[in-house]
């Protein structure tokens, strides 16, 4: 307890530090007047080594007087590609060395001088200084002083600050982890434990029961090797973290100066006041056992992937404007510092960044130090899909997740009174027993028999009540309309429940308009018998019924009687189908766009796929990004930010079984254990449109997939993996044409001659953008079981011819194994072939790569 204290004392320090900064921005004048004058936030870096660089050379070469290291000044201080792998599979330093804190703060010093020296007697407004995985700064400043401080001999980069935004339970048991993964860690009262996940969101709620600490007498410690604090403010009071809300902090300078921070919104503390981190939160690493109650309706319990990991929460994104690239970096930077094991962001940014290629932001290049810290870093795809080339996750040392369906629906249906069956979505109740009830759509139910105007569109929505003749509607089903005003948040289910309701509705039904396209509509929460029906062309069916069943005056025109009756079966109850996984039409799709002419990279994206539509999660009691569910405990949202904490809390699993496994290594042990087909036996399948996906969807390639669906019990049991180091990294971007000196504005290393692409890092897939005639393409696999006999069998891509050397090979624990493959092209096509290529061992291990040709050229025209 003394330790929780210390450190909320340091958190509330911390807090007044902010402030201070915070407060001195608009001392200096409002957010919106430090934009009036041209200037914007930009994100600076220099280049003397950052802290955690500093570190590893310190170990390299055995120095341990940080003072002398600080002292040596200048540029480069960082090791170079010849620098020993921190992120070995079977070596990781991350927790055993004393952190040179002396040297951080002579980093800070570096920063001030510099900005006093080029902009001496100038107005600025400095908002962060990144230390331990960048060495650099955010400010405010103007792009005449942006130019200046590019040109001086500290500084290796300046870019213009950027926006990212969101990328917006039954599935432990889908994912067979209470009889697989969880029984291998001891049950659930012990997966995940000693492994912290740091959360790169909109913040938590620390009074939902998915984050309490005191569900079982057990020991539970606080990881001795993390050292993050929790921030303490009116809405994030003292006591709010503990064994498992292990620390909590936020990050909203660059949206505060730029005066879009709304503080009774937004909330300037950890706190959610959107729901959405706090959603995600409980998928990865929520409690389990958890009773989810919503509109006094229980669906079962909810239980994250890591009920006894530890959960650190850095909110960089809020519910009025999403959020900015420099606050998301200090939270990386924060997050690293405080030994997190791994960074789940469910958050891509709102465009392509520009520059030479798009690995180089200041986002992906913080995830790489991160990654040479030895995290684990997991993002997700990205909700812009179909199409190809949609990704919004992008660099090779990130592990990108899209979203699929899993086996649970609730679904629900109206019989019609011609015995029609149309289905519908809503967590519901249906109409009692087996009568029939009198359809009235709301325009024909108004007082006085007036008729509404046709810009009164919240009439035929159902959003005010006091329009309505309750006696007319008392008993019947209101039947209302559901606009593209709902999308956008002007109308919404909750208030046309609350007027059903008013009027003494017996039930409500929604019909689709016509407009609403592209839209999927998850299943609504209602206290009363009711449900919408999703499809437009259902709506026209459902219409045409009501339409002609009205019976009208010959004369006037005007409704005699309502002839429309139906009944409503509820949707409380799951249905579990055998179709699941398949990949939704929303996850963004690969190849993996190279830059911003999107050209193609040679790296698969995803890497998989996991449970992203219709997910229960915990919701925070100030929640309002999902107005249906406002006031609930838990929410049901879909989208590829759902799939994303799904990972990041298998890995926890992996982290806790294999402790010294590096970044990669983790990566490899979950893609290459994938699952590549559905319950029925059948290839998994991806939809293709917005519109009716599911009568356009056809088998998922790996650019719609990556490597398949997470298995989470095999991944537990990988046989052998491909590891990747920070090293071979470095490479591959200095392989880049013309990107050395990026490389070194954003490394502070020098490139030596490079030729390694995107093909040749050890990643468990193989893409190849442009096969020109013929290429070589090296695996090495790692053993990280007993000794194994493996058989290597392949399916080559249309088009190419594939040798593969060895095709059989003895592996002891422990060891490596070079693997050759040559592939020559056979044709002259641009439109992408696949095939696969799998491991199979002898004692049971199984481990299949896909392999991925774009463009092929087997001879010159």
Known sequence: MGVARRKERRAAAATFLYAVVVLGVLAGGTGV????????????????????????????????????????GGGGGGGGAGDTPSTSVLRKPRHGSPKPMNYGSYLIRLQNLLLKRTLRGEHYIKLYSYRYLVNGFAVV?????????????????????????????????????????????????????????????????????????????????????????CEVTNDFPSGSCNRKLVGARHFAASAITRGVFNASQDLASPSDSDGHGTHTA?????????????????????????????????????????????DVVAAIDQAAEDNV???????????????????????????????????????????????????????PWIFTVGASAHDRVYNNYVVLGNNLTIQGVGLAPGTDGDCMYTLIAAPHALKNNTSSSPTELSLGECQDSSCLDADLIKGKILVCSYSIRFVLGLSSVKQALDTANNVSAAAVIFYLDPFVLGFQLNPTPMRMPGLIIPSSDDSKVFLTYYNDSLVRDETSGQIVSFGGVAKILGGLNPIYGNSAPKVMFYSARGPDPEDNSLSNADILKPNLVAPGSSIWGAWSSLGLDSAEFAGESFAMLSGTSMAAPHVAGLAALIKQKFPSFSPAAIASALSTTTT??????????????????????????????????????????????????????????????????????????SCAASTMTGADLNLP????????????????????????????????????????????????????????????????????SFGNVGFYGDKGHRAIIPFSVITKVAYSS
């Not at 070469?61 to 040596?72: D, K, Y």
């Not at 992906?364 to 030895?374: C, E, F, R, Y």
């Not at 290429?775 to 190419?800: F, H, L």
């Not at 060895?806 to 050759?820: A, C, G, Y």
């Open 141 to 229: 400043i103007t792009p005449q002083q942006a130019d200046r401080l590019s040109r001086r001999k500290e500084v290796a980069n300046v870019m213009l600050d950027y926006s990212v935004r969101t990328a917006t339970t039954h599935t432990p048991e889908f994912l067979e982890l209470p009889q697989g993964a969880w029984i291998q860690e001891g049950g659930p009262q012990f997966a995940g434990q000693g492994v912290v996940v740091g959360l790169i969101d909109t913040g938590i709620d620390p009074t939902h029961p998915s984050f309490a600490d005191d569900l079982s007498t057990d020991n539970y410690p606080v990881p001795a090797h993390y050292s993050g604090i």
């Open 765 to 832: 897939s193989i893409t190849i953008a442009v096969l020109n005639q013929t290429r070589t393409i090296t695996r090495t696999v790692t053993n990280v079981a007993a000794d194994e006999s493996y058989t290597v069998s392949y399916s080559a891509p249309y088009g190419t011819v594939v040798s593969v050397t060895p095709m059989q090979f003895v592996i002891p624990s422990r060891q490596k194994q070079l693997v050759t493959f040559v592939v020559n092209a056979t044709m002259n096509s641009s439109t992408a």
């Open 33 to 72: 007047r430090a934009f009036e004058d041209g200037t914007a936030v930009y994100i600076v870096t220099m280049k003397q080594s950052p802290v955690f660089h500093r570190r590893l050379n310190l170990e390299k070469f055995g120095n341990s007087r940080v003072t002398n290291a600080a002292g040596g």
């Open 341 to 395: 094991d791994i960074i789940s962001l469910s958050i891509t940014p709102n465009r392509r960044p520009p520059g030479l290629a798009i690995f180089f932001n200041p986002i992906d290049m913080a995830l790489l130090s991160a990654v040479k810290a030895g995290i684990f870093v997991v993002q997700a795809a990205g909700n812009t899909g179909p199409s190809p080339k949609s990704m919004s996750s992008y660099s």
């Open 676 to 749: 590549l087909s559905d319950r029925q036996g059948k290839p998994i399948m991806a939809q293709r449109t917005y519109s009716n996906p599911d009568s356009t969807q056809s088998p998922a390639t790996a650019f719609d997939m990556g490597n398949g669906f997470v298995n989470a019990t095999a991944a537990l049991d990988p046989g052998i993996i491909f590891d990747c180091s920070y090293n071979d990294f470095f490479s591959f971007l200095c392989g880049i044409n013309g990107s050395s000196p990026v490389v070194m504005n954003y490394t502070g290393n």
């Open 282 to 326: 409980s998928i990865a690493a929520g409690n389990h056992g958890i009773p989810v109650v919503v509109a006094g309706h229980q669906f079962g319990n909810a239980s994250g992937m890591a009920p006894r990991a530890h959960i650190a929460v850095y909110k960089a994104l809020y519910k009025s404007f999403g959020g900015f690239a420099a």
